[in-house]
């Protein structure tokens, strides 16, 4: 009985003081800055008209980044069902998204390599700073899949990188 | 050993910096957001209402010049869905305002921005219309300064502009500015400065509303009309209002026009209530947990409000201040006494709720806590103004409730806020007749309250209403007078009033039109109408009430014995107790009634004065 409907106030206030990271997370799940911006525009939109179904279940940032990624890989779908882009467009270790020469650490392949949602586990992590429980809350998953999921995909790097050590 | 983190870390940094915050817009997506509610709302609905949609096309092409013209669009108030219509205000108004926020109890949101909308001047008296979003409401504030000075606020929820098929929202019809000198009350006795004013789109370039006393262009600017008459005539009224576009073509906005004293009330609108009518599952004797273990939910109940005697009947034991929506201005006080007021005292708690909206509305209900869910869990009020154009739907739920949803007239429903067992819903008065529903969490109905006026209308025939003239009057002391009237019966209906005439407080008036000849009477007692006013300031009191037609006569006895008759005259009773006669703090008075035969056919009891 007691839904807590978040005052757009609160909504708008993460969205000055993170939109930067919601842009980056974005941008990193469809491959392009602009496409990114619309997928952030879109999800806050969302999260506007639909916040009464936030449950307070976790914290709001963490909800809104479940709308942010669901938005972004909406997007991201649609581009490719409209041929547009190839899917993924971002870390497929061809190209590079801010211009700069392609890294030859092995981090970009990995990361292309990674199945989507340790993918996007790792994007919240270290383009959000986003600690576990909101990982879990924003992927709908449990906190100890997120954990597993990052481990997992440390020690696939860590393996890769040390194959190329070696 | 290779830290992992560390380089994934450099690495993604590398290769997708932090971006620059330039393209950050918070106002695209409010806009954005704007568009999807209306999307989201039409969108179920398309495929029924298209058919209806191309014969309404065709109706209003042919009663206006083009027909389709007027087809508005959430984008032409997008000023509005910004908070940014008109001019901003000085830094000292805006100032202010804000201060003034700050001291209210039911303040708007902080930071929310004074807009300038329309400035026009009346017989001496400068109007300027402010405008401002807070929050999920929209409010008009019309300042008046000069001959005569005070300020009106009226708001709407955002929802009204996103679900209105006409491309301007009527705010408040009628509104009143009485001079100082003017009695209260004086609409029908004095003629009186009065503002009617709202919400245009981008498309409209006139409105024109039409009045008892003839036809007038309001000022159109800064999404806003604003329309101000010093009238010479009493008894005048805006009937209806068109907004009108740059080509010509014309729609009629929904409003309902301010009522004239008790019973010069506009006609009920016609329609029928939507929703569910009858109950799933019945329940009562609810109870609201948080409450009955005083737990600080809300905020604090402002002392200052304390003071005021007609919010809290009884000594004051605990209270919270809830505010249901976070996007409305709208809270409730909900508070605790010892219940020593209620009657009957025997010792259960009091429960008194207090409206404190954001416009300047309010309302105060008292009475037993154990009692307020016993026919069901909502416990509601409904408060209406005269020339507001929205009603406020307000209360309690017991912790049986999970959802609360309002059906209007048109087939739309509003899901009302609910939080800490308390609810505020504001809906155009437009839109009646509606029905509050109850579910609970197994979405069953649990309660209904159907209404199918906003309080301001009159069932009763135009005869029935035009046909009322003085009865008697009864004099007391420096012009005070207790004036009854009555109607003719029209369709079993009659229309019947107590004015108190007070030349130093202003007038009142008790009133309005129900059947007669009276059958139903509460508890079967045809005395139980009976009340008292305070005549004047020797103390002196008014009695009055109806009686059912068989009651020839009435009398009271007071204390000592002494008998009166009261007058009598087509069921309304009236008579003057003299302040000498109250000997007591709260003296006891018996009131008899009599058949044609002389024989007593009932009586009762009432403590008056103290």
């Known amino acids: 009985m007691d839904r807590a409907k978040p005052p757009a106030s609160e909504i708008e206030s993460i969205y000055r003081e993170r939109y930067r990271h919601f842009l980056r997370v974005a941008t990193a799940i469809v491959g392009d800055e602009a496409t990114g911006h619309d997928a952030v525009q879109e999800a806050f939109s969302r999260v506007l008209t639909q916040r009464a179904s936030f449950r307070g279940e976790g914290p709001l940032e963490a909800w809104i980044w479940r709308v942010v990624v669901n938005a972004a890989r909406h997007q991201r779908r649609s581009r490719a069902a409209r041929h547009e882009s190839p899917e993924p467009a971002t870390f497929d270790g061809t190209t590079s998204l801010n211009g700069h020469p392609e890294s030859d650490s092995g981090v970009r392949t990995w990361i292309a390599a990674l199945p989507e949602r340790q993918r996007l586990a790792v994007f919240l992590r270290y383009f959000a700073d986003l600690d576990y429980q909101s990982i879990a809350t924003a992927l709908e998953i449990e906190v100890g899949t997120v954990a597993a999921t990052l481990s997992s995909a440390r020690l696939a790097l860590r393996r890769s990188l040390e194959e190329v050590e070696r | ?610």
């Not at chain 2, 708001?155 to 019809?173: F, G």
């Not at chain 2, 729609?251 to 301010?258: E, G, I, M, R």
């Not at chain 2, 709260?586 to 007593?600: E, F, N």
């Open chain 2, 1 to 610: 050993m290779i830290d992992v983190d560390a380089l994934i870390v450099s690495e993604l940094d590398r290769m997708l910096p932090l971006p620059s915050g330039g393209r950050a817009n918070w106002q695209e997506v409010v806009d954005r957001a704007g568009f999807r509610r209306r999307r989201t709302k039409s969108r179920r609905r398309l495929v029924s209402i298209a058919a209806a949609a191309i014969v309404a096309a065709a109706l209003v092409a042919v009663t206006t010049p083009v027909g389709a013209a007027v087809v508005r669009g959430l984008d032409g108030f997008a000023s509005w869905i910004s908070g940014e219509p008109g001019q901003p205000v000085s830094p000292a108004e805006q100032q202010a305002f804000q201060q003034e926020n700050e001291r209210s109890w039911s303040g708007f949101a902080p930071g929310t921005a004074l807009r300038r909308l329309i400035q026009t001047s009346a017989s001496g008296t400068s109007y300027t219309l402010f405008g401002f979003r807070s929050g999920d409401q929209l409010c008009l504030r019309l300042v008046a300064s000069g001959a005569v000075s005070a300020t009106r606020t009226r708001c709407a929820p955002l929802r009204a502009l996103q679900t209105a098929k006409e491309p301007a929202l009527v705010i408040a019809v009628d509104e009143p500015f009485e001079s100082a000198s003017a009695p209260p009350n004086g609409a029908d006795t004095v003629p009186e400065p009065a503002a009617s004013f709202g919400i245009v789109s981008d498309g409209v370039t006139k409105v024109l509303l039409h009045a008892d006393d003839g036809n007038h262009e309001a000022l159109v600017a800064s999404n806003a009309f604003l329309y101000v008459t010093d009238r010479t005539q009493v008894r005048v009224r805006v009937r209806s209002i068109q907004a009108i576009a740059g080509d010509g073509t014309s729609v009629a906005l929904p409003f309902q026009s301010a009522p004239l004293g008790m019973i010069d009330l506009p006609l009920q609108r016609k329609g029928a209530p939507q929703g569910p009518a009858k109950v799933d599952r019945r329940v009562s004797g609810g109870t609201i947990g948080w409450l009955d273990a005083r737990e600080p939910r809300g905020e604090p109940f402002p002392a200052e409000l304390l003071r005021f005697p007609e919010l809290v009947s009884g000594s004051y034991v605990f209270g919270r201040l809830i505010q249901p929506d976070p996007e409305s201005a709208d809270r409730m006080g909900v508070l605790l006494t010892d219940g020593s007021l209620e009657k009957p005292n025997n010792g259960e708690p009091g429960l008194c709720t207090a409206l404190i909206a954001g416009d300047d509305t309010g309302a105060t209900l008292c009475g037993h806590f154990g009692r307020r869910f016993q026919s069901g869990p909502l416990d509601v009020g409904m408060t209406s103004s005269g020339a507001g154009q929205f009603s406020i739907f307000s209360g309690l739920a017991s912790d049986d409730v999970a959802q609360i949803k309002m059906f209007l007239a048109s087939g739309a429903t509003v899901e009302g806020p609910l939080k800490d067992n308390v609810f505020i819903v504001r809906v155009a008065r437009a839109s009646f007749p509606v029905r509050l529903v109850a579910y609970d969490d197994q979405q069953r109905v649990i309660d209904v309250h159907t209404y199918v006026s906003d309080g301001m209308t009159n069932p009763a025939p135009w005869q029935a209403r035009s046909s009322v003239h003085e009865l008697f009057r009864i004099t007391a002391g420096a012009g005070h007078a207790l004036i009854a009237r009555a109607g003719d019966t029209v369709g079993g209906v009659r229309c019947t009033s107590f004015r108190l005439s007070d030349p130093v407080e202003g007038d009142s008036v008790d009133g309005g039109c129900s059947p007669w000849p009276l059958t139903d009477m509460p508890q079967g007692n045809p005395l139980t109408l009976t009340a008292a006013w305070k005549a004047d300031s020797a103390n002196n009191v008014f009695l009055s009430g109806e009686v059912p037609d068989h009651v020839a006569s009435v009398t009271v006895t007071f204390p000592d014995g002494y008998v009166r008759k009261l007058r009598l005259e087509q069921g309304l009773v009236g008579y003057l107790v003299p302040a000498a006669e109250l000997t007591g703090s709260r003296t006891l008075l018996v009131y008899r009634a009599y058949d044609k035969s002389g024989a007593q056919i009932a009586q009762r009891g009432e403590r008056i004065g103290g």
